[in-house]
């Protein structure tokens, strides 16, 4: 091949890679001179508040005797009861019922009965001891008390305990109220003849 012809021919393959090379070369450019498009940051989302709608409507005030006692059945509640530090030592004492009838047209008498043993400290409970009361019932959710009368208190200290079993007798004749009398609260009335006591278990040293 003559010197002219491989000239030729180099300037010929040159002039075909030209292009390619200012097109790489464009490409290239293009690239590193995009700028990138920047993602926004969200805008905060302020929470909102709960809002409670309250209302206010009537209010309905029930008194629930739960201390029922039937016509038909003796029912019977315990308790016990200590005498104060300023009990009059030897002088009687007074227990109440206070109760309720529940029935709206029903008429009648209740008898109550209290059964109770009394003992000082260091003594014994002994046999026991019963009293009762006749009361007539009143109108519906009447507050009424019955008195069992006096009990002899003689011998008895502070501190000493009575076991008590308060009880409704359907089956006595002077019971015949056809419904249920409820029980509000049981008390004991005693005398007192000072504040308290000078020692937890006698007043005898008391001035």
């Known amino acids: 091949m003559s010197s002219s012809r491989a000239g030729k021919d180099i300037r010929t393959t040159a002039n075909r890679l030209w ?5 790489v070369l464009l490409t290239a450019c293009g690239a590193r001179g995009a700028q990138p498009t920047p993602t926004p940051f969200p805008t905060p989302v302020v929470p909102e508040k709960p809002t409670y709608t309250v209302q206010r409507g009537p209010v309905v005030k029930t008194v629930e005797f739960r201390g029922r006692v039937s016509p038909v059945t003796e029912e019977e509640l315990f308790f016990e009861v200590q005498l104060p530090h300023g009990y009059d030592e030897g002088s009687i004492i007074v227990p109440h019922v206070h109760w309720v009838p529940t029935g709206a047209a029903a008429s009648g008498d209740v008898r109550w009965g209290l059964e109770y043993t009394w003992a000082n400290i260091g003594g014994s ?3 026991t001891n019963s009293v009762g009361v006749t009361d007539t019932a009143g109108s519906q959710y009447d507050h009424q008390i019955a008195s069992f009368g006096d009990i002899s208190g003689s011998g008895k200290t502070i501190s000493s305990v009575i076991l008590c079993r308060l009880y409704r007798d359907p089956d006595h004749e002077d019971d015949d109220y056809g419904d249920d009398a ?4 049981i008390d004991i009335h005693v005398l007192h003849d000072s504040l308290g006591s000078d020692e937890e278990t006698d007043k005898t040293d008391q001035g």
Request: glycine share 8%; proline share 8%; aromatic share 24%.
């Open 19 to 23: 292009p390619f090379v200012v097109f």
């Open 125 to 127: 409970f002994g046999t």
């Open 182 to 185: 409820a029980v509000v609260s």
